[in-house]
Structure formats: C-alpha cells, structure tokens
C-alpha cells in the first residue's frame, strides 16, 4: 500500500514516509492509493485494540504485525481510557429515535482529540526509524484547543521528539488555556499567538513547506513533522471507532449487520468526518454523512452550493474546536470526489489561498451532495441542545456535540430518514462547563472549577478525573507570540 499527494500524481510514498514527512514538499496531503475492503463479520468478536490492529495493518502494509500490535496496546490499553474502552456508545433511543452516541472523549485529555494522538507517537517514531534514522522530529502544532493537549500528552517525552503547540489567544477555553499551559514534559514547549486559528495554522504550514528553515534544521539533524489531522498517522486511527460503533450496535443488537446508518459528526478541520467517509470506503454500509458546523459554517455552504468561500466573518463561538474557516481535510475528500485530478484540486486550492474561494465543477459538487449532509447552528441553539437532551434523553453533551444533535434534528425534520445515526460526541462537558452551565438555569460561578462542581451537582454526571487533577498543577508556559513570528520562536526554542 502507498499513498499518493493530492497535488502531485507522480509522487509515491510508503506509510511510514508519509507519517513521518506530516505533509507533501508541494503541499499536497497524503492518500492511500486504495482502500481494501474489510470484513464485518471478521471484527465482530474483537475488542477495540483487535480492530485496530485490523484496520491499521490493511493500510501500515510497511509495518509488521508485532509493531502494530505494539502501537495499537500501548494507545488503547494500559488504563489509558476509561474502563479500557477507548469508544463506547451510547444508545438514546427511548422515546422511539434511533440516535446513538459515540463517545470519544474517554482518554487523558477528555477530547477525540485523544484516540488518534495517543497511538500517533508510536506509529511516528517507528516511520521515523524507517525512513530517517537518528534524525530528531521537530513537531509543530496549531491548535483550536483539544488538538494541542492531546498531541502535548501524547508527545511528552517521547525520544527522538520535541514538540511546540500554538494555539489562538483568545481563541480556547480557560480549562483548555490551563491543560496545555500545565503541560509536564522536558521536550514539549506551548505559545500563544496574536491571532486567530486559520493564523496559526497558516504559519505552521508556512514553516512546514520553507525550503530553507527545511535545510537549517537538516544541518542541525532535525526535521518538521506534524501532529495536526493532516498527518495520515492521525487520520487513520480515527476509521477505527465508525467499526466499533457499528460491530458494537449490532452487538447490542440496535442493528443488524448490512443495514445502513447514518454518520452525524461536529466538524472542523474535516479530519474526523473524512475518517467516516474512509470506513465507508472500506466497507462500512453509511448512507449519509452529516457534517455539523457552528456559526463558521463555511462547509454547510460549501456543501449546499460548490463554492468554497472563507472570505466571511469569523465568529469566536462556544463550540472552540470548530472554529476554523480553512478545513484542511476537505482536499483529501475532494481529490477522491473529482477522479484524483491533481491539476484541477491544485487549481482550487491555489485560488482558495490567492482569492480566500473556490467553486468546484459540477460533478464534484454534486457527488460531495449525494454522500454529505451539511448543516449549522448557532450558540443560541446549540445551548437549547444541551438544555433539551438534557431533559429529554438525561444525557448531558458538550457544546460540539450539542452541535451535532442540533443539526441531525434538523435533518431528521427536512428528511424525515430514520437510519440509525451515530453521533459523534467530541468533548466532555467538563471541558466547557462555563458554556454548558447556560443551559442551567444558575448563578454561574467565577472558577471553572467550581463551575465543574456545579455541573456535577445539576447534572449528576462525574468531572472526569484529568480535570480534576489540573486544579493543583503548576503553570509552565506563558509565551506569546505574533503570527508572523512564528518560525523565530522555534528557531529560539528548538535552538539550532
Ligand atoms: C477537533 C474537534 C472537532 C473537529 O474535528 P475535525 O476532525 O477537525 O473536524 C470537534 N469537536 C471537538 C471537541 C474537537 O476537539
């Protein structure tokens, strides 16, 4: 199995090259050149680490079975989430609904963030030995939030790694602001940028594809890696739950194996919807893919229209983790969609860079139609989610997943399709509780410790424990930067 960049058909990579590289020298990001097919029935016994074994080694084809094992164990076992079970779903189906929860906020940092970038670091250093023995990996993060404490926690002191994460100033939670500035490890360092995520995105990349910071860091026998969802490495692991969910609900006997469902996922940089659309690829019976955007709902057009256009106002929402109007991933659905044309998606994907739009060709636009629901919903809303699940279903969801309920309602209304839907649920309410506290009718406290207390109490659910434990932990990074700045701050970091 290789992978291609969707921007360059004559170039060809090995998994381990493209987990190790982040991204391709032109730009482009890495594709599996194929999609094998996998076998319900064969994963329906195992446990979750036994379908990740499956799933990965049909596409780690440069892997041995033992290293996958290894990797797979050391991600979802050794107590690393709740219970041992990294994706447990939970079915809210009382009153007659067929909607289910797929938790995927169960690991050390109570984000999704967690199932890719626990098993990243070890499917990293082993592409790193592969392909670029004794060179050191300079990982570069722009985070909305999750992404960054959970690649933090992921990375720290890992060998062979150091780490740096920009997040957008004003653009976190507190208790996300306190994860990543707490953050424990020698190798790993945290700065916040004048600016929004798309800025500190666009400078990461910017850094990531200058050929001469390449070739000053070479000297010193370093290179750039990324930890962000354009990483195959962070790709890959996140197809493993949309089998689990389904080999679970069918265990549950929800649903029968070969009946459809529908997949409902909050959306942001399009990594963890694009992982749904893979699976399906793989053979997972999804019938519609429903992509959930906050007020920055610059997909919920793209999909209805064709036409691309982040030249709009960006909104500092409730739902932080979406807040993105460059959702990097969607070049990777696009190259499959437009019969892997790489001149026509570099085209578009130029314009979107010179012009801030693109409109993709008719049958493009109408195969993303066919496959994709997109749909929005503001704070307003996504609060009366959260106060209405709450009351309806006594199930309590963080502001992104509110997002997702909100907009699946809203396709249920306008289709009236009763497929089975699993919703991915991204956050732990604990993350958020300042925002999930509206939907409560309380006097909201200062402290987003106490605030988490009174959540406990109103919704008599349980702060998870990692929450807890930040209370106490000393802050270790207080660094600021511009985002035009950016590649100075890691040359001083990283000291070459
Ligand atoms: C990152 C994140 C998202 C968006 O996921 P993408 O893969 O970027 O689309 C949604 N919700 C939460 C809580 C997240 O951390």
Request: charged share 20%; hydrophobic share 40%; net charge negative.
């Amino acid at each position: 199995m290789n992978y291609n960049s969707t921007r360059n058909a004559a170039l060809q990579v090995t998994a381990a090259q493209a987990i190790a590289q982040g991204i391709s020298e032109e730009g482009g990001l890495f594709v599996p050149q194929s999609f094998p097919k996998a076998d319900l029935n064969d994963m329906l016994g195992l446990d979750y680490i036994g379908r990740a074994e499956y799933v990965l080694s049909r596409f780690l084809t440069d892997f041995t079975p033992e290293e996958i094992k290894a990797c797979a164990g050391s991600a979802y076992g050794d107590g690393k989430f709740d219970d041992n079970t990294p994706a447990p779903v939970v079915s809210l189906d009382k009153h007659g609904e067929n909607k289910h929860i797929l938790e995927l906020w169960h690991g050390p940092t109570c984000a999704f963030k967690d199932m890719a970038l626990q098993i990243l670091p070890h499917l990293l250093t082993r592409s790193l030995k592969k392909t670029a023995d004794g060179k050191t990996a300079v990982i570069l993060v722009a985070t909305s939030g999750d992404t960054g404490k959970a690649a933090l926690e992921g990375f720290k002191d890992v060998a062979g790694t150091e780490m740096i994460v920009f997040y957008p100033e004003n653009g976190v939670s507190p208790m996300q602001k306190r994860q990543m500035n707490t953050q424990e490890g020698e190798n790993v360092c945290v700065c916040a940028i004048h600016g929004n995520f798309d800025d500190a995105q666009t400078g990461v990349k910017k850094i990531f594809t200058d050929p001469a910071l390449k070739a000053e860091f070479a000297q010193h026998n370093k290179m750039f890696s990324s930890a962000n969802s354009i990483n195959w490495g962070r790709l890959l692991p996140q197809i493993v739950y949309y089998f689990s969910a389904y080999l679970d609900l069918v265990n549950a006997k929800k649903i029968k194996m070969g009946d459809a469902i529908n997949v409902v996922v909050p959306t942001g940089n399009f990594g963890n919807i694009l992982a749904s659309y893979y699976a399906k690829r793989m053979g997972l019976p999804v019938h519609k893919f429903i992509c959930a955007s906050n007020s920055n709902n610059v997909l919920t057009d793209f999909i209805r229209t064709g036409t691309y256009d982040k030249k709009r106002v960006f909104y500092t929402t409730i739902s932080p983790s979406m807040d993105i109007l460059v959702s990097s991933n969607l070049e990777r659905l696009l190259y499959h969609l437009c019969g892997e044309d790489t001149e026509k998606l570099t085209g578009w994907m130029n314009a979107l860079q010179s012009g801030g739009a693109y409109t993709v060709d008719a049958a493009t636009a109408d195969a993303v139609r066919a496959l994709f629901y997109g749909g929005c919903c503001d704070d307003k809303e996504t609060v009366e989610v959260i106060r209405n699940t709450f009351e309806k279903d006594g199930y309590l969801c963080d502001t992104h997943t509110a997002v997702a309920v909100g907009v699946y309602e809203q396709y249920l209304k306008e289709t009236g399709d009763n497929t089975p839907a699993v919703i991915a649920s991204t956050a732990s309410p604990y993350k958020f509780p300042d925002s999930v506290l509206d939907a409560f009718d309380c006097e909201k406290p200062a402290d987003p410790f106490a605030e988490a207390e009174l959540l406990a109490k109103l919704s008599n659910t349980k702060i998870p424990a990692p929450i807890t434990a930040l209370r106490t932990k000393p802050v270790r990074f207080e660094n600021t930067c511009a985002a035009a700045d950016m590649a100075d701050f890691v040359r001083e970091t990283v000291r070459v």
